[in-house]
């Protein structure tokens, strides 16, 4: 790839700099034929950020004056216009590719949940918040950015019409990019690449999207340096320039408010600078085309198609200048119809998939999950979802591809780039409840993952809570083979835990219940789908009766304790919270064996069941849970059923249901009333239940049918889903809700 370095400022920023082209009608006005010889036209665009959309509006009046374009340079924001339109795609496609852009869409960037391993998956189910930090040699790494890009190149490919790698001079525009070299304060200018990967570069703003590395150079976006590029034009030997500014201006005194407000200021006056220097660059022949944005930031992604339209009066003020440039309209129709020409993308089978070498990774475990495969033909749609697939194992911070062509062979090369921060991680948990009348819990969760401990990816992960549930749990997953669809997994923990009972709606009696156990599972995974696990274990368990009558103490103070367990899980539901499409089921069968050594014999099972249905912003979740013995013996005390509270027959206290029998089935509907842009919304729902709980421990507690419902809003948020509910028994128990986390 060949760059070439300017001198320029390095400056860190924490700022988002990426939209998509818009485009705007506007009228055809005829113009006299120009002269048989014209000078050469470069098209200059600027960064800044969502502000940006107007550059399309500008390249819609061009197009109605005639103008030809010959190059185009651009930064952040304009090498993004300016790729896309270099490499022929027109206004028209640009309006119809970006209607569906969104924050959402740019910078929510893990893959499709479903897509998933189950490994990933089941931490969803936790109290977990927060990306994941690194931790190693005493200290905490974070990540280079709040995304990676992934998700942005995926967008960004279906802007450039050229696909793969291109020298810029040969596509139907020549072209030319900016990007800033982190470690030399430097102009990086693009003059061939991946085209992606060069508007990515292009765009990388520090702080917000991780950087992108070329040639060993950590690259990030161009406004640092060269945000206007005059004169990566003028070397090109541009005779004319039309320059068009999007920058974000500097605020007004008022508007300084707090350190953000003075830190956005300074970085704003710091790209201004350049950004002067390139217009006194300017000559008397060339035009400046400064779109009035008004209070549109560099973050309005979501309001591209206002923004857009903004970019057509500013280049209607210099009509004049513009119509001098004008050629016949035969002649622009030829030159248009040879800028916009299909390009055929390369379709051609690989005959290898090769990934860089890397420190931890196995290679091979990151090629099992594509389904790309070598010596058949490429599907761009395929390899996206491949790059994101790669990304969803959470082991890299960057992921993209190139086409390498060498002597007899085509090769597929992944630059998968381990995570900087890995490959051990820290993560923090956070739950809360209350019901307003008694009953509030908090749990705390710190979770510490090991990875990558041999070839076969073996994780050995610990977590530690501390709260209404206290427990330290650790467990050894090896996988048996690369492809990780067979493991073992030997794992401990111990356990402290209190549990309410009630008599009707007094509460009665408190358990406390302490508990070291330890076993082994074995396993299989069924790719993306579900996983089954078998598995026996052993302790002992300490059931305390710590206030109430002695007619319920649990027996023995000590118990010990030995059985077989199996556990399945399917899950295909797009997300645990908030779920709008697809389905989870388990089943759980836990056998108290005496052959093993344990006190009591006893079988017990669960199983479970959810399904999610949506048409526009609302949605229908289906839920089944039930549970019981198998056989005439009696469950424990200690491991009975307990039920009860918010959206687990709402209108009852938490944990108020207790028995060796249970099945309960809930009907929710709820409609999302916010969108959210990383985060998933806000909603508002009703929930219909009906349950029963079959031999309650407490004499008197209710065993027929249960008929409850609820009414709720919720949103998600950086620390978790936050619920607000109220929840009515058809008995007339009822209560108010409030959950930090997920409350069912």
């Given at each position: 790839m ?12 924490l ?10 009608s506007?009228?055809e006005?005829?113009?006299p034929?120009a ?24 390249l ?32 028209p496609e ?5 209607e ?18 189950m ?8 109290i977990?918040f927060?990306p ?8 905490i ?25 291109y ?6 525009i020549?072209f ?8 030399t ?6 003059s ?9 570069a292009?765009m990388?703003?520090?702080g ?12 990030v976006?161009?406004?640092l ?15 004319v320039?039309i ?20 830190a ?13 220097e390139?217009?006194?660059a300017l000559?008397?022949?060339d035009i ?11 973050g ?5 198609m206002?923004?857009?339209?903004l ?34 993308p ?26 790309t495969?070598?010596g058949q ?21 960057h992921v993209?591809?190139r086409?390498?062509?060498e002597?007899g062979r085509?090769v597929?090369?992944v630059d ?7 490959p ?7 739950g ?29 992960r ?5 709260g ?17 669809s ?13 549990a ?6 007094d ?9 070291a ?7 299989t ?6 996983e ?5 274990l ?9 206030t109430g009558?002695?007619t319920?103490?649990?027996g ?7 059985a ?19 389905w989870r ?5 836990y056998n108290?064996?005496h052959?093993?050594?344990?006190d ?20 229908l ?7 019981g ?8 005390r200690?491991d ?21 029998k ?11 009333i ?14 219909l ?26 949103a998600?948020?950086?620390v978790?889903?936050v ?9 007339g128990?009822s209560?108010f ?7 069912f």
């Open positions: 060949k760059i070439k370095c300017l001198r320029g400022p390095a400056i860190i920023a700022w988002l700099a990426f939209a998509a082209p818009l485009a705007a506007g009228d006005l005829a113009r034929a002269s048989a010889t014209r000078p050469k036209i470069c098209l200059v665009l600027s960064g800044g950020g969502a502000r940006g959309a107007a550059h399309v509006g500008v819609k009046v061009l197009e109605t004056y005639r103008v030809p374009i010959d190059c185009i340079v651009g930064t952040s924001m304009g090498a993004l216009v300016g790729a896309a339109y270099a490499t022929g795609t027109s206004t640009m309006e119809k590719i970006i569906g852009i969104s924050t959402e869409l740019l910078f929510k960037e893990a893959p499709p949940r479903q897509e998933l391993s490994r990933r998956k089941q931490d969803d189910y936790g977990f927060g994941e930090v690194g931790i190693g040699g005493g200290k790494r974070l990540g280079k950015g709040l995304v990676t890009g992934v998700q942005l190149e995926t967008v960004l490919r279906r802007l450039a019409k050229a696909k793969g790698y020298n810029f001079d040969n596509l139907p020549p030319r990019a900016v990007a800033t070299d982190l470690v304060g430097k102009a990086v200018i693009f061939d690449g991946e085209l992606a990967n060069v508007m990515r292009s990388s703003v520090p917000a999207v991780a950087p992108a590395e070329f040639d060993g150079k950590i690259l976006d161009g406004m340096t060269s945000n206007l590029p005059v004169q990566t034009a003028l070397a090109l030997g541009a005779d320039i320059a068009v500014n999007v920058g974000t201006p500097l605020l007004k005194r008022e508007e300084l408010g707090g350190i953000l407000g003075v956005g200021q300074m970085l704003s006056i710091l790209t201004e600078q350049n950004v002067q390139s217009i006194a000559r008397s022949t400046l085309i400064s779109p009035e944005l008004g209070d549109y930031s560099t309005d992604f979501d309001h591209l206002k923004i857009a339209p970019g057509e009066p500013a280049a209607r003020k210099v009509a004049e200048q513009l119509a001098r440039l004008s050629i016949p309209d035969a002649e622009y129709a030829a030159l248009r119809e040879r800028q916009t020409a299909v390009v055929a390369d379709l051609r089978p690989v005959d290898e998939i090769r990934f860089e070498k890397m420190r931890h990774v196995n290679p091979e475990s990151a090629r099992k999950v594509m389904e495969r070598a033909p490429i599907d761009q749609e395929t390899l996206n979802k491949d790059m994101r697939r790669i990304y969803g194992t959470g082991d890299f911070e993209n591809y086409f390498l062509e002597p085509r597929l090369a998968a780039v381990e995570k900087s921060w890995g051990d991680y820290l993560r923090f948990g956070l809360l409840s209350s019901d307003f009348s008694g009953d509030a819990y908090f749990n705390l969760l710190a979770s510490y993952r090991k990875t990558w401990l041999n070839s076969l990816g073996a994780e050995w610990t977590d530690l809570q501390i209404h549930t206290s427990s330290l749990r650790t467990e050894f997953y090896q996988p048996l083979n690369a492809q990780g067979f493991f073992i997994a030997p794992h401990a923990g111990i356990e402290r835990r209190s309410t009972l009630f008599q009707k709606d509460r009665i009696a408190r358990y406390e219940m302490n508990s156990l330890a076993g082994v599972d074995v396993g995974q069924f790719a993306r789908y579900g089954l696990r078998l598995g026996v052993g302790g002992v368990r300490k059931p305390k009766l710590d009558p002695q319920l103490s649990p023995e103070d000590s118990v010990a304790e030995a077989y367990r199996a556990r399945l899980v399917l899950d295909q539901l797009d997300s645990v919270h908030f779920p709008r499409s697809g089921a388990g089943l759980n069968v108290s064996n052959g093993l050594g344990a009591n014999n006893y079988t017990k099972w669960d199983a479970d069941g959810v399904a999610a249905y949506s048409f526009g912003e609302h949605t979740n289906f839920s089944l849970k039930a549970g013995r198998v056989g005439s013996d009696h469950l424990p200690y009975q059923f307990q039920w009860g509270g918010f959206l687990q027959q709402s209108g009852y206290a938490t944990g108020q249901l207790l028995g060796e249970m099945q309960y089935g809930r009907l929710m509907y709820y409609h999302r916010m969108r959210g842009t990383l985060l998933e919304g806000a909603y508002g729902g009703i929930s239940e009906v349950g029963k709980v079959g031999h309650p421990l407490v004499p008197g507690n209710p065993d027929g049918v249960l008929k409850s419902a609820s009414i709720f809003v919720a998600d948020s950086p978790g889903p619920y607000l509910g109220y929840g009515r028994a058809q008995d128990n209560n809700y409030f959950y930090l986390g997920r409350p």
